[in-house]
């Protein structure tokens, strides 16, 4: 039986029950066993992300004194403190918690976001919803559950985060403030979520509008530390992070902040709710056209309609990152040289200009990583068309398999290129102005953005490999990216084998600029690529189609 058998049959005998939450407990093991693979693996990331840094700390600054240089670098550096915050502790744990403590709530709340929008409008979107409706399950029963499971895992990240730091020479007081502050931040944006997910009438536009108020979130936080205006930092649920100030003054008061916020939106999502039908929003989707227009006459003119707004809002997110790392490209070096261990480093990779090219390879490296995330979003959005039964009607037409399924490939290909050259655009940019040297690095910044390419497209050619092979585990793309990220971040500090990292395709890409560049890596990409997603295609012609 499918999992939403077994809960419909685990709900049926509570028809008597009339309370709004019932069977609140079948749909939270539902949403458990949904994200059995999932769930683990964030808050693994998110729980070794805060090790991780705490460990290259420990090794690059041992002493109080290297830390404090460090620290009065950190505080002299506007750019660094826009994206960072200030230091306030010189302590191990104290440059921990300003090195993670944002980065990880930013984090946490996409999970949430992603969560609760999962369980309650994905579901509605596709129908599995209303059946679970027609059991005794009450009204309220889906978001409950699904901020639930925002709950625990959130709580999850918290215990982990204060059971880690510890063990690598941090208090356990500090790192259980900067768990908790990670956890309640992350709870506000769940709530935001599940107001969202009422408002909007597809998941698409609910994870966008809260994962949009996350990123003002982060800006007006950025704001408020760079201009020093210290009411603005009051004013965003980033900013409430940070004003905890986990291993220095430890506020634990300001922890009530988020979580009374998130009780407030949670308790608005349950009365939107109740005043809405099921799968409506409270914003109507905007009527279309009464006539086709002529770039709706093929599947290539049906996937840019699909995929055309994000890849708008990916590529501006990627001019305006691209923007950030090149504004501070050069201030890197008087901040690294604090450490003693960093400077020899530094002389070995070429002095100060190998440093900033070093930095910005390393930028460039891990926009390749999110670049994957749009990938296979927008290949797996080929299995979203197939399971909503949206692809059957198309396929019926003269239209064929591979001709539909391979709009969403090239959808994904060259949306991935456009959105990595707007990164190096903007990095281009910013970096030239700084050094005045606009044509110099612009193209070797959206040269060095572009190299990422082929291992991105070894990423989706994997999703596309899957979605023609075992459709019902497409998903598991997910975790091919999630591996090839920690392979990525942690690997090094794990001193894992060059086998192991070998695994991932990224770790195959030329560090450029700065690095020698060679094709061999890239076609011998590009090549597996390609296989894969040939693989991928004929499978799907000789297949049925799967709905669900």
């Known amino acids: 039986m499918s999992d939403y058998a077994l809960a419909n049959a685990a709900a049926r005998p509570r028809a008597r029950q009339a309370s709004p939450f019932a069977g609140t ?7 458990a066993r949904r994200d059995r693979i999932m769930l683990p693996v964030w808050v693994y990331a998110l729980i070794a992300s805060s090790a991780s840094t705490a460990y290259s700390f420990k090794g690059l600054y041992a002493t109080e004194a290297s830390r404090e240089q460090f620290a009065a670098t950190i505080n002299a550096t506007p750019s660094t403190i826009a994206i960072y915050g200030r230091v306030s502790s010189t302590s191990l744990g104290g440059i921990t918690a300003w090195r993670i403590a944002v ?85 506000f944006f769940a709530g935001l979520a599940a107001v969202t997910a009422q408002i909007c009438e597809s998941s698409r536009a609910a994870n966008g509008v809260a994962c949009a ?9 950025a704001a408020a530390d760079a201009s020093g205006y210290g009411w603005l930092m009051w004013c965003t649920p980033l900013g409430w992070v940070e004003r905890v100030d986990a291993y220095g003054a430890e506020r634990w008061w300001v922890l009530v902040l988020p979580l009374v916020c998130g009780l407030a939106l949670a308790y608005a999502a349950f009365r939107l709710a109740a005043g809405r039908d099921l799968g409506a929003g409270l914003l109507a989707t905007r009527t279309g056209a009464a006539h086709a227009g002529p770039d709706l ?69 891990i926009f390749g990583l999110i670049a994957a995330v749009y990938a296979v979003q927008t290949t797996l959005r080929a299995r979203g068309e197939e399971s909503a039964g949206r692809a059957e009607p198309l396929l019926a037409t003269p239209i064929g398999r591979i001709r539909w399924a391979a709009t969403h490939v090239v959808a994904a290909l060259l949306g991935t290129a456009v959105v990595l050259a707007a990164g190096g655009l903007g990095a281009g940019i910013a970096h030239g102005l700084r050094t005045h040297d606009v044509s110099g690095q612009l193209p070797r910044l959206i040269g060095g953005a572009l190299a990422q390419w082929p291992a991105v497209a070894v990423v989706a050619a994997i999703a596309a490999a899957l979605f023609g092979l075992l459709p019902r585990y497409a998903a598991a793309a997910w975790g091919a990216l999630t591996v090839f990220l920690l392979l990525g971040q942690l690997g090094p500090a794990l001193k894992l084998s060059q086998a192991v990292m070998d695994v991932s395709p990224f770790t195959h890409v030329p560090k450029v600029p700065g690095g020698a560049f060679t094709w061999v890596p890239l076609g011998w990409l590009a090549l597996l ?20």
């Open 297 to 365: 006459r093929g599947p290539f003119g049906l996937a840019w309609r699909l995929h055309r707004g994000a890849l708008l809002g990916w590529s501006t997110g990627f001019l305006l990152g691209g923007l950030v790392i090149g504004y501070i490209a050069n201030d890197i070096g008087g901040v690294l040289t604090s450490s003693a261990k960093l400077v020899q480093i530094i002389n070995e990779m070429g002095g100060q200009q190998g440093l900033v090219d070093a930095y910005l390879a390393t930028c460039l490296g």
């Open 103 to 187: 980065l990880a709530a930013t984090l946490a709340g996409v999970m949430s976001i992603l969560l609760v929008v999962r369980h309650t409008r994905a579901e509605e979107q596709t129908g599995r919803q209303e059946l679970l409706g027609a059991t005794a399950t009450g009204h309220r029963a889906p978001l409950a559950a699904a901020l639930s499971v925002a709950l625990v895992a959130n709580l999850g990240v918290a215990l982990g985060t204060s059971v880690a730091l510890p063990f690598l020479g941090c208090s356990f007081r500090g790192a259980f403030a900067l768990g908790l502050a990670i956890a309640c931040c992350a709870c």
């Open 25 to 31: 407990r079948v749909l939270l093991r539902l949403a």
């Open 213 to 221: 108020a996350l990123g003002v979130s982060f800006l007006a936080r």
């Open 529 to 548: 690529g390609g296989v894969l997603i040939a693989l991928g295609l004929a499978a799907f012609r000789r297949r049925d189609l799967q709905l669900g």
